[in-house]
């Protein structure tokens, strides 16, 4: 049984020791996939984020490196929400995107974000959002969940903003790290998934599909680096220890 403390963290899997980046002007070698892990992408089109597991101090994390790219890293969730509501995590980023600004279409990218997908009853959706599902499964060859939520790094927009995707209301944002301060330093953020997702959509959610991470610069072509660790969901109320360093080759999925 998992410990009322501690579910099933993104980097508490085997660390993978993948190569280096290649030479400039060459593709890098895409490293395997963490154990568990799917790689999703947001378009056949576009260029995939570069994810890797790393070693930082003894500890390991994922680093990704988006160059005018757009993928993620997801994983079924197995666990209810209402069980384990609180989510936290550390995420780190090099820099801004500059050009970015998230409620339009054009320049919506992120240097870190992580990311929720719901179940719910789609047919009670509006026609707009309902023809956005199918629309996606015949562009992508998946369907679009009910609701995602995401938490972002923004450039500019305050904390705690609430931005809706340009292209659909059924994915929302909650800016969580804004601006230039920390940039280059670790950020250690918590939040209570069940309370977000109520005043975001105004409605109780549905069963938590999947979570995952994804750094973003597809559409202002920039070059950013983002560090992410240590995700995991706890009982609202539970102090949240810091979990101790996973020694490579030991796994810590519960």
């Known amino acids: 049984m998992a410990s009322a403390t501690c579910a099933t963290a993104l980097l508490s899997v085997v660390l993978i020791a993948g190569p280096a980046l290649g030479a400039p002007g060459m ?3 895409v490293p395997p996939t963490p154990e568990g892990w799917e790689s999703f992408k947001i378009s056949e089109k576009k260029k995939p ?3 890797q597991l790393i070693d930082e101090a003894g500890r390991p994390v994922l680093h990704a490196v988006a160059a005018g790219s757009a993928s993620g890293l997801s994983r079924r969730a197995q666990f209810s929400i ?3 509501p609180v989510v936290s995590w550390r995420w780190k980023v090099s820099r801004l995107v ?3 600004d998230n409620s339009k279409a054009r320049s919506e990218d992120a240097p870190a974000r992580l990311i929720f997908t719901f179940d719910g009853d789609k047919s009670k959706l509006g026609r707009i959002d309902q023809a956005m599902l199918y629309v996606s499964g015949k562009l992508y060859g998946r369907e679009m969940p009910y609701a995602t939520l995401m938490y972002i790094w923004a450039a500019k927009a305050p904390l705690n903003a609430v931005i809706e995707n340009p292209h659909t209301k059924r994915v929302q944002m909650v800016v969580v790290s804004s601006g230039p301060a920390g940039v280059g330093a ?3 953020v918590s939040r209570n998934l069940l309370d977000d997702y109520r005043r975001v959509f105004n409605e109780e959610p549905g069963r938590l ?3 995952g991470v994804m750094s973003d610069t597809d559409n202002t072509g920039e070059t950013i680096e983002a560090w992410y660790g240590d995700i995991d969901f706890h009982p609202a109320g539970i102090p949240q220890a810091r979990p101790a360093p996973v020694p490579a080759g030991k796994s810590k999925v519960r």
Request: charged fraction near 10%; avoid cysteine.
């Open 98 to 100: 500059a050009g970015a």
């Open 209 to 211: 599909l999947s979570y």
């Open 49 to 51: 984020t570069y994810y």
């Open 186 to 188: 670790w950020h250690s």
């Open 82 to 84: 209402a069980e384990r």
């Open 27 to 29: 593709p890098p070698p």
